[in-house]
């Protein structure tokens, strides 16, 4: 099973400011990587699909960006409605696997 | 605008079996080329995916769920439904059904879950 690893585990910022995740794969997961935001007791979104694609409707202050093993989500200036967790999947193998999420906070 | 929605009890003990069910609106379960899928996050740990079904009827589980598991399916309704059996209090978890796409895509419409707790 593949096991993904996001850092930091919080990340305390401001609105308006610049933030990027970061997501590593245990092996090569070549560009099949999502990303998603959660807030609670929403339903989850998906934001990012293989690596780089904005899903619909997804606004381009977000972008991502990596390949093979390394991965990152950028917030280009956050809006307050970025506060969130943020999860990344790989889905090149069996069982699709989630990292434990980056949580932004204000 | 697509819809799910997951249903079932909240409380189910152990050794018996969780069933749970997600009611698809604004798409129909058996027309289009997606995989309806079940994930579950146990309170501060990851997502986990369980398992999809495809518009054919065709499964995909996770082997770590040992054979305890089995989705389907049910066209008349538009659902889909997950069963899990032989459940102890490591399922409790918030469970999620979710509307997936190639493996090149992702996730792109998700239930808002339904917290099951299994206990005594």
Known sequence: EILLTQSPATLSLSPGERVT??????????SYLAWYQHKPGQAPRLLIYD???????????????????????????????????????QRNYWPYTFAQGTKLEI | QVQLQESGPGLVKPSQTLSLTCTVSGD?????????????QPAGKALELIGHVYTSGSTNYNSSFKGRVTIFLDASRNQFSLRLSSVTAADT??????????????????????TVIVSS
């Open chain 2, 93 to 114: 978890a918030r469970y999620y059904c979710a509307r997936d796409g190639s493996a090149l895509y992702g996730m792109d419409v998700w239930g808002q879950g339904t």
């Open chain 1, 21 to 30: 995740l970061s997501c590593r794969a245990s092996q090569s997961i070549d």
């Open chain 1, 51 to 89: 690596t780089s694609n904005r899903a619909t409707g997804i606004p381009a202050r977000f972008s991502g960006s990596g390949s093979g093993t390394d991965f990152t989500l950028t917030i280009s200036s956050l809006e307050p409605e970025d506060f969130a967790i943020y999860y990344c999947q």
């Open chain 2, 28 to 40: 129909s379960i058996t027309s289009n080329f997606f995989y309806w899928s079940w994930l579950r």
